[in-house]
């Protein structure tokens, strides 16, 4: 999957403006940004819901514009809502999008029984979607988008609104899919969701890519590791600050609701040891240290400048929040 | 679970066999919906059944056909073509539930024929029109009102208020495609009310104000009304402008002009959906 310079403009408003993209055959790609960012206008685009004002972009080798039948016959999409027939029933549902895919009536009822099977629909095949739960209805909505076992699958937030339980269905059954060889070009807000199911994620933000990578190489392009400490007492967070300082990792960053200060360590075998020795000896109570990689959530803030207005605000003039000692 | 992909077709006649499985791919969703949920068909069909009974016995003693004549003979045809257009609503509902749905979307994005769902949405649409209508025809039967016509007109009329149904399937589909919520839903169903009186089904246009009798007269739905009138030979109002004079040319060409217009809209409106 291919997109070079991809734009979009709704009259006066940019939502894409010169995206590029590149998933190799049988990856995932997570696809991740603010809301308003161009995800879901860029899943329109490749998926070929929408034409771009300019730029191109391949799917499974075949232009979305120019070739827009055979990159339909190659792709599965789940949206944002479960698009499937409420008051068919499961099984229904899969049989007319399998003659829709121009299965022969046997072959897409057959299809509809393994597919109801994966998705552990069986027992409740035959009821009437309406009485799925929110769960089942996303696994449903899975299963019509893989009625031909398509090479490349497009999900636009496939978990959003539902229970940890659920989701953690849906992951595995991606999972299963993608370990058959499937592309994958997945969207979400959930960044533990990209973390859990991307081989390599593209950050956007106001319609272009910002950063790109695997999870672990962005998640190091904001430093090190972290070390996480939470005192007994508020008023211990100057002391315990200042003692860490003096360990000479980064500038430790005070979060007062939280009685949190956390720091940036280069080595994290002697950091831990050293943080700990510098608080014994300023006589600071921890209630809890941690150490710890920086998370998605770190990076995506960081990435899409939300990070960069509360750094202005936390500054030491200002100190509404945190204390910058 | 490998699948094997099947053959694109290549053709102009593989296309248009593909267009045809579609469309009755779809065309059978439909009809399965009216078997799954017969209530809601049921409330649909006994909707009209309640007006006709409603103005032929609440309202009907104190209404008057000019030149005479029995008025419930002269309501049942103006509730045939009203019935066509409480059909609309239904059009409007079932494609913007699949719109807002993603339904479409998921449609849109398979190698499916792009013509299939709409015109499986016009055959579902058309299907049901012809039971709502046999609903009415009984309860009209019942109520003493007959075609007095020959076979032949008989069944022009019906022609003709197939035809006007399917012109308003398009502006209903258009309509559908147009909808962001179940607001505007509800708008196009509370304005089939005033478009749908603003005719000769239920009075004369004779009886209201002249400029409002004159946009009456020329209300699509009143030729379709009038001419029905003539084919069964129920009293009319007669009339004496030139659209009253030509009612039964103009039922077709008013249904016609309005797929012209709607069609090409609801076509292009699907292939440019933004969501």
């Known amino acids: ?26 990856t995932v790609c997570g696809l991740l940004g603010p809301n308003g960012a161009g995800k879901t206008t860029t899943v329109g685009i490749l998926s070929t819901l929408l034409a771009p004002d300019t730029g191109r972009a391949e799917v499974a ?28 029933s499961g099984r229904e549902n899969l049989v007319m999008f399998g003659r829709l895919h121009h299965l022969r009536p046997a072959a897409a009822r057959r299809r509809a029984d393994e597919l109801l099977e994966h998705f552990r629909l ?121 003692a860490v300082a003096r360990t000479g990792a980064s500038e430790p960053v005070v979060d007062a609701d939280t009685r949190q200060v956390g720091v940036q360590v280069r080595d ?8 700990v020795r510098a608080l014994d000896l300023a006589g600071v109570t921890a209630e809890d240290i941690s150490l710890r990689r920086p998370t998605l959530d770190e990076v995506f803030l960081h990435l899409t400048g939300t990070d960069r207005a509360t750094a202005q605000q936390d500054g030491p003039n200002t100190k509404p929040k945190g204390v910058l000692v | 679970m490998s699948i094997l992909l099947p053959e694109l077709p290549a053709g102009p006649l ?13 065309t059978l969703r439909g009809l399965l919906h009216l078997r799954r949920e017969p209530g809601t068909v ?17 309202f009907g003693g104190a209404m008057q056909v000019p030149g005479g004549g029995d008025y419930r003979e002269f309501l049942i045809p103006g509730m045939f073509v009203m019935t066509m257009v409480f059909g609309m609503g239904e059009s ?59 076979t032949a007109a008989t069944l022009s009329a019906v022609g003709l208020l197939l035809l006007l149904r ?44 002249g400029w409002l009798g004159a946009l009456a007269e020329w209300n699509p739905l009143s030729s379709t009304v009038a001419a029905t009138r003539e084919l069964f030979q129920n009293p009319g109002w007669g009339g004496d402008s030139w659209i009253a004079q030509h009612a039964t040319v103009m039922a077709v060409l008013w249904p016609l002009a309005l797929i012209a217009v709607f069609f090409p809209l609801a076509v292009n409106r699907y292939r440019h959906l933004t969501r």
């Not at chain 1, 076992?149 to 992951?171: H, I, K, M, Q, Y």
């Not at chain 1, 807000?189 to 859990?196: C, F, H, R, S, V």
């Not at chain 1, 319609?207 to 008023?235: F, Y």
């Not at chain 1, 994290?268 to 943080?275: E, G, Q, S, Y």
């Open chain 2, 166 to 209: 399917f012109a308003l399937t398009w502006v209903g589909i258009y309509l559908g495609l147009l909808m962001k919520g179940p607001e505007g839903i509800t708008m196009v169903q509370t304005l089939e009310f005033p478009v749908g009186f603003l005719t000769s089904a239920f009075v004369a246009p004779a009886t209201m104000p």
């Open chain 1, 61 to 88: 080798g075949f232009d979305v514009v120019r070739q827009s039948a055979q990159v339909r016959h190659r792709i599965g999409l789940v949206g944002q809502h479960a698009a499937v027939d409420e008051v068919l």
């Open chain 2, 14 to 26: 593989s296309r248009l066999r593909w267009a045809l499985a579609d469309g009755w791919t779809v």
């Open chain 1, 122 to 242: 069986a027992d409740t095949g035959g009821k009437p979607v309406k009485a799925y739960s929110g769960g089942m209805r996303r696994r449903l909505d899975l299963a019509a988008s893989m009625v031909l076992a398509p090479p490349v699958l497009f999900l636009d937030e496939p978990t959003t609104g539902l229970d940890p339980r659920s989701r953690n269905e849906v992951w595995a059954a991606v999972r299963d899919l993608v370990g058959g060889g499937t592309t994958v070009l997945l969207t979400t807000q959930y960044l533990e969701e990209a973390d859990q199911l991307a081989d390599s994620i593209s950050v956007i933000d106001t319609g272009k890519v910002v950063a790109e990578g695997t999870p672990e190489q962005l998640k190091s392009r904001i430093g090190g590791d972290r070390i996480d400490i939470v005192v007994r007492h508020a008023d211990e967070l100057a002391r315990a600050a200042a």
């Open chain 2, 92 to 150: 409007v509902a079932a494609v913007a539930a699949d719109k807002n749905r993603g339904v479409t979307s998921r449609f849109r994005t398979m190698p499916m024929a792009p013509s299939a769902v709409l015109v499986g949405r016009c055959v579902t649409d058309m299907l049901h029109s012809v039971l709502g209508l046999a609903v009415l025809f009984g309860v009209g039967l019942l109520m003493g009102w007959e075609a007095h016509g020959t």
């Open chain 2, 42 to 58: 049921i409330s649909g069909l006994l909707f009209p059944v309640m007006m006709v009974l409603m103005f032929g016995y609440f």
């Open chain 1, 1 to 26: 999957m291919v997109a070079e310079g991809l734009r979009k403009s709704y009259g006066t408003a940019k939502v894409l403006d010169g995206l590029d993209l590149v998933v190799p055959q049988g």
């Open chain 1, 268 to 275: 994290r075998a002697t950091a831990l040891a050293d943080v």
